[in-house]
């Protein structure tokens, strides 16, 4: 048994295209106007080179990571504003800027500060603010080392360590952690671990030709 499709006037079929148009005009109003955060997910598209494309996490600092254009701050901004910032800093790489598009892939949540007690934590070697630090249950490696002001210029990025001591044998344990790669990754921890009451966060030196 066939049935018999009704072909649509013209005038129903240019009113569906309005009410389309309409409605992604609106979504792209409604994303430009809102402010990235931490958290978020962005998804990017290079024009001029789909190799690029790809979905990046806003980190806890506020910044993104892209292939050749390294660290752009996105947190505050605008999608159009992350775009243009994006493009100026690829356009060493091509022979005019590209065109760049940008959109929220996904939005952080939101998650209540626990009311438990404040752990200890500690930060030792090239970062910017070493020492003791009391943090909240819960706080990821990564938003640890965002507070504490991140690596300094001369860390070791792909060599950060995390000391951990068992309470009960007081065996301590080392996990490797690649700040270049906060999903981890090459037999590492990601920056997604969570602390534990007396963790050490240590940050080598970066050596000579590293």
């Given at each position: 048994m066939f049935l018999?499709?009704?072909k649509l006037p013209a005038s129903v079929f240019m009113f569906m295209m309005a009410i389309g148009l309409f409605v992604s005009a609106d979504r792209a109003a409604a994303q430009d106007n809102y402010v990235i955060r931490p958290g978020d997910t962005l998804q990017i598209e290079v024009l001029e080179d789909p190799g690029l494309n790809r979905s990046v996490l806003v980190l806890p600092d506020g910044t993104i990571n892209f292939p050749m254009a390294g660290t752009v701050s996105a947190r505050g901004r605008s999608v159009s504003e992350v775009q243009q910032n994006l493009s100026t800093a690829l356009a060493p790489n091509f022979a005019a800027?590209?065109?760049?598009?940008?959109?929220?892939?996904?939005?952080?949540?939101?998650?209540?500060?626990s009311s438990s007690r404040l752990m200890d934590v500690y930060a030792i070697g090239e970062i910017e603010r070493p020492g003791r630090a009391e943090v909240d249950p819960g706080t990821t490696l990564l938003q640890f080392l965002a507070e504490a002001g991140g690596p300094t210029v001369f860390a070791a990025e792909k060599r950060i360590e995390l000391h951990?001591?068992?309470?009960?044998?007081?065996?301590?344990?080392?996990?490797?952690?690649?700040?270049?790669?906060?999903?981890?990754?090459?037999?590492?921890?990601?920056?997604?671990?969570?602390l534990a009451p007396g963790d050490v966060v240590k940050v080598p030196q970066r050596r000579l030709f590293e």
């Open positions: 018999r499709l009704r800027a590209p065109n760049v598009y940008v959109s929220v892939g996904s939005l952080a949540q939101s998650a209540p500060r951990r001591t068992d309470s009960r044998t007081g065996a301590v344990s080392t996990y490797l952690f690649d700040y270049t790669m906060p999903a981890g990754g090459g037999g590492g921890i990601s920056g997604g671990t969570r």
